[in-house]
């Protein structure tokens, strides 16, 4: 059973910073990966999709990147502006059922003025 | 265009109760999908439609959670006898078609509180 894993839960960094946030899952025959953006009270918002040929993917000051033979996806964000705090989600899906995404818990993010 | 809109935004029902929460998707959007998702952690797939028929239900806890969507486009959560555990945001989610690369838009959500 595909199981994914966010590191950290929280995050709190000043204005400017650049930062990473990491995503971890069990089973390595994905069929995509995708970080996604919740705000407090708001639907979803799909950041950057990975198919599992590719190695990255890139959207203005957002890189994510995904080794599949190790499990590990990681998302980077450049300059970090207060709006982007924000709960960042990681999610796969499988060969077996590409429509249902296995989302992690998420890491929420605070960037300080 | 108008994006995935879900209603009501708020519930609270007592347990033992039946519940409804609507959803309708994107127009022209072929696949639906039904989320939950409790505090802290992220959303759980629950069931996707295709049409009008449910393509995969394996994610619904029990059979007290049933969903249809009898024209193709609204769908309709229900929850029978309805228990403290329910207590969640139910999220939807509509995409073109079922296709893997197809981006799946999502709603606001239903905050179902079980009292």
């Known amino acids: 059973k595909q199981e994914v894993t966010q590191i950290p839960a929280a995050l709190s960094v000043p204005e400017g910073e650049n930062l990473v946030l990491n995503c971890s899952f069990t089973?390595?025959?994905?069929?995509?990966l995708q970080w996604f953006r919740q705000d407090p009270g708001k639907g979803l918002t799909s950041l950057l999709l990975i198919q599992s040929s590719q190695r990255e993917q890139t959207s203005g000051r957002l890189n994510a990147s995904l080794d599949k033979s190790s499990g590990r996806s990681t998302l980077y964000i450049a300059a970090s502006q207060p709006g982007d705090s924000a709960t960042y989600l990681c999610?796969?899906?499988?060969?077996?059922?590409?429509?249902?995404?296995?989302f992690g818990s998420g890491t929420r993010l605070s960037i300080r003025p | 265009g108008a994006g995935v809109s879900q209603t009501p935004s708020n519930k609270v029902t007592e347990k033992g109760k039946y519940v409804e929460l609507r959803c309708d998707p994107i127009s022209g959007h072929t696949a639906l999908y039904w989320y939950r998702q409790s505090l802290g952690q992220g959303p759980e797939f629950l069931i996707y439609f295709q049409g009008t028929g449910a393509a995969d239900d394996s994610g619904l806890p029990n059979d007290r959670f049933f969903a249809v969507r009898p024209e193709g486009s609204v769908s309709t959560l229900k929850i029978q006898r309805t228990e403290r555990g329910d207590s969640a945001v139910y999220l939807c989610?509509?995409?073109?078609?079922?296709?893997?690369?197809?981006?799946?838009?999502f709603g606001p959500g239903t905050r179902l509180t079980v009292l």
């Open positions: 999610a796969v899906s499988g060969y077996s059922s590409a429509s249902k995404i296995i």
């Open positions: 989610a509509s995409s073109l078609t079922s296709g893997e690369a197809d981006t799946q838009y």
């Open positions: 089973d390595s025959a994905i069929y995509n």
